[in-house]
Structure formats: structure tokens, C-alpha cells
């Protein structure tokens, strides 16, 4: 960054400028220019620090304020001269605010320098953005929640391998991602509490010989507490790492969801229909209805999942205590965001407008034999019989059914009495799969009355009207 003088205010003791080239590779503000506000908001808590310690007089502190003032206006209004040769966000405000008020703005770095500066920004910036996409987090599982309270008696098959298990009903399924995403939530929050540890006056690397009172500006930050070692101040980033960590994780979550409703809506399982909104179509096959958003979402998570890899590589081998390696941390971090904070926005409103079709799922639910398990519990419960030996008789039955060409409710009781003669008529009474998914009654299982309990808990911790 060049002064007035057409000096660089870092280059006392360079005799040629930088080249075009490592301009270019060196220049930060196309992206750290995000972080403008908090950047003036470190601002002023330092220079409030300064004046209130005695090492910026009361008149520099008032110019240096009314001058941050005018440069966070202009950055409202869009006006704010941003220069890419001043290479990044902190000395285009230092730069524009030696324009406005003159001499004081060159005190205002006294006892700090960029290192602490921008990772204060940067742990402002995440401290927010953590709290914007919990926020989104839980308005998906809102509209979950609402979907779910629509459909606790629709029945539907259960899956393990992609085979058909057992019935479950919808509303159980649709609350198995609340639960998920209420463990992101958690994540978010938790990695809130951890980044809320202030850098300010770590300076470099070493600290500061200026008496400043780093409480001062941690509390006027809206942070706990100062960081308690001025190297690891200035170099950690697991903060960051741990925020793509948890956005990763969440990510895979909304891509399992996106890889069921590319399924659901497919015609060969035909258990939904997206709206108009939420589908595309083929610019060959007029009758195509594509699920492009779901699809996306789950390539968008590996992007997720890379942004995290590459932040985890390019810290893995930086000694202590700043290296340059770390100003594409921010890249790597906003964008995760941006992306995830996409996805999330496009599952809730595909979430809130598909349409379910509940026949189908309830026909899809009655095949497969997926009322096994209830025989062979009621071999064991009526019978007596050990829950191996019923097993057994249970797979010999569907062996029968599965040659009949029918399915368990539909095989004559003679058929089952030739595997095993005590059966009874009574056995049809556990074999639809409405009985089934209503015999799940444990806490945590499918049962109507289970969902609409777990339905009632949830609207009330989200608030759901």
C-alpha cells in the first residue's frame, strides 16, 4: 500500500515496489472486503481503548470516531472508494480515513498490527455467520416439523440396503432429519462459544509495550474474554476449521435428504411430486421433471466437505506464528458458507411445497414381506416360542407367500398352519402394515402416537405455530 508520498507504509526498508504480479497474488480486498464492518468495528473499540489508557489523546479519538462514522456510511451507500492496490480491507479504511480527518488516522494502528486485526474481523465475521445459519438450520426443521405433523398415520416402507424393512410412517421419517439437523445446530453453537475469545493486542505475535487493556476492547467486541497468548492470537484458525467441520457434517445431512426426494419423486417410486418451483425441465424431453435443486445440493456438499479439506491443508503444516498461507482462510470459510447457507434455503422450500402421495407410499409400504418381523414377534408373544426358532418359521412362511405370489396378508391360514399348526386367524390382526407401524410403541419409535408426541415437543423448542 502506497502512502501519500507514493510510498508503501510497510516498504521503509524495500528500495523497489512490489511487482504487478505479486501485487496481484498478494491483494486480499476482492474477499476480505466482506468483513468491513467488523473491521471498523475493531476500529473503534481499539481507539476507544487507546484514548481511555491515555496513548491516543481524547481529540484524535473523537476525529478517528466521526471519521469511521462517514467510512461505514459510505460503505453502506455503496460508495466507499475501495482501491485493490491498498491490498486489503484494513488499509483501504486506514487509507480512507487519513482522507477524511487527516494526521490522527495514523494512530490508530499504534498496538496492534493486521495479524490481530484481521483475525478479529475474521472471528466477528464467523461469530455471525454462525448465528445467521443456525438460524436457517432451524427453519428447515420448522418446516420438517410442519410436514411431519401432517403425516403422522401415513404409512410408508422403512429401508435398510434400499430393500424394503419394515412399514414406518412419514412423520417418524421427516423427524429423523429434525433430529440430525438439531446435532448441526448444536455444532454451530458450540463452535460459536469456542471462537468468542478476543485477538485484539496480540499485535504481530509477541503483544504490544503500550499499556492497553485488552478486556476493554474483548468486552466492547462482545467477546468473553481475550485470548490468553498473543502466538496463538495470531495463528489459530481451528475456529474456522471447526465451523467447515460442522458445516460439512450438516451438509451431508441435507444431501441424504436431497437423495431421498431424487428418489421419492422418481417415477419408479412415485412417492412425491416436487412443485414447479423446485423441478426442471428437459430441453429434449417434454414429459421430463427434473430434481435439479436436490441434485445440486448434494454436489454442493462435497464442495462443502473440499472447502474444509483444503482450510485443514493449508494449516497442517504452518509453524507458529502468521504465515500468508492463511489469507485464503477467509476464501475458504465465506464461500462454505455461501454455499451451504444456498443449500439449506433451496431443501426448505422444496420441503415446504412437495406433495406427498400417501396410497402410494402405503402400497409400497405392503410389499416386500415387510410385516415379517410382526409374525415372528407374535410366534413369539402368543406362542411362546423362542425369537430364533420363530425366525426360522417366520422365513419359511414368507418362502411360501413369495411362491404364491402374494404377499404375507394375503396368504391363506392353512398355508401358514402347514409351517407351523398352532397359528391362528389371529395372526392377520399384526400382519397390515397399519398394525405394524402402530405395535411400534417403544420411546423414539414410528408409532402415530410416538410421532404426534415427538410432533408436540418439537413445535414447542422451535416455536412452530
Request: aromatic residues 6%; contains cysteine; negative net charge.
Amino acid at each position: 500500500m502506497a502512502d501519500d508520498k507514493g510510498q508503501m507504509m510497510w516498504g521503509g526498508r524495500f528500495a523497489a515496489t512490489p511487482s504487478a504480479i505479486m501485487e496481484e497474488i498478494n491483494a486480499s480486498l476482492d474477499i476480505d472486503r466482506r468483513m468491513a464492518e467488523e473491521d471498523v468495528a475493531g476500529s473503534r473499540a481499539h481507539a476507544d481503548m487507546l484514548a481511555e489508557m491515555g496513548i491516543l489523546s481524547v481529540a484524535d479519538n473523537e476525529a478517528i470516531q466521526a471519521g469511521l462514522d462517514q467510512v461505514l456510511e459510505e460503505m453502506r451507500a455503496g460508495t466507499f472508494p475501495f482501491r485493490r492496490e491498498l491490498e486489503d480491507i484494513h488499509m483501504n479504511v486506514e487509507a480512507r480515513l487519513k482522507e477524511l480527518i487527516g494526521e490522527p488516522a495514523g494512530r490508530l494502528h499504534t498496538a496492534r498490527s493486521r495479524n490481530d486485526q484481521v483475525i478479529t474481523d475474521f472471528r466477528l465475521w464467523t461469530r455471525g455467520a454462525l448465528d445467521e445459519t443456525g438460524q436457517l438450520v432451524a427453519g428447515l426443521q420448522a418446516a420438517l416439523v410442519r410436514r411431519a405433523d401432517e403425516n403422522t398415520a401415513v404409512v410408508m416402507p422403512g429401508f435398510t440396503h434400499l430393500q424394503t424393512a419394515q412399514p414406518v410412517t412419514l412423520g417418524h421419517h421427516l423427524l429423523a432429519y429434525v433430529e440430525m439437523l438439531e446435532r448441526d445446530r448444536s455444532r454451530l453453537q458450540d463452535c460459536a462459544v469456542r471462537l468468542n475469545e478476543c485477538p485484539l493486542g496480540a499485535a504481530a505475535l509477541a503483544g504490544t509495550g503500550f499499556p492497553i487493556d485488552r478486556d476493554m476492547t474483548a468486552e466492547a467486541l462482545g467477546f468473553a474474554r481475550p485470548m490468553a497468548n498473543s502466538l496463538d492470537a495470531v495463528s489459530a484458525r481451528d475456529f474456522a476449521l471447526e465451523a467447515l467441520a460442522s458445516l460439512s457434517i450438516a451438509a451431508t445431512h441435507l444431501s441424504r435428504l436431497a437423495e431421498e426426494i431424487v428418489l421419492w419423486t422418481s417415477p419408479q417410486f412415485g412417492f412425491a411430486r416436487l412443485s414447479d418451483q423446485w423441478s426442471t425441465g428437459s430441453s429434449i424431453m417434454p414429459q421430463k421433471r427434473n430434481p435439479d435443486a436436490a441434485e445440486l445440493i448434494r454436489a454442493k456438499a462435497s464442495l462443502i466437505t473440499g472447502q474444509y479439506a483444503a482450510l485443514q491443508g493449508a494449516i497442517k503444516a504452518l509453524p507458529l506464528a502468521y504465515a500468508k498461507d492463511l489469507q485464503d482462510d477467509k476464501r475458504l470459510t465465506f464461500d462454505a458458507f455461501d454455499t451451504f447457507n444456498l443449500c439449506i434455503r433451496a431443501m426448505t422450500g422444496m420441503i415446504e411445497t412437495i406433495s406427498f402421495k400417501p396410497d402410494v407410499m402405503r402400497a409400497a409400504a405392503a410389499k416386500g414381506f415387510s410385516t415379517a418381523t410382526d409374525l415372528a414377534d407374535w410366534l413369539v408373544r402368543e406362542l411362546g416360542m423362542p425369537f430364533r426358532d420363530a425366525h426360522h418359521v417366520t422365513g419359511r412362511i414368507v418362502a411360501r407367500a413369495e411362491a404364491e405370489g402374494v404377499d404375507l396378508a394375503d396368504l391363506p391360514l392353512k398355508e401358514m398352519q402347514a409351517v407351523h399348526g398352532a397359528i391362528t386367524q389371529e395372526i392377520f390382526s399384526v400382519l397390515s402394515v397399519e398394525a405394524s407401524a402402530a405395535s411400534r410403541t417403544s420411546y423414539g419409535a414410528t408409532s402415530p402416537v410416538r410421532v404426534a408426541e415427538q410432533v408436540a415437543q418439537w413445535k414447542q423448542r422451535l416455536r412452530v405455530e
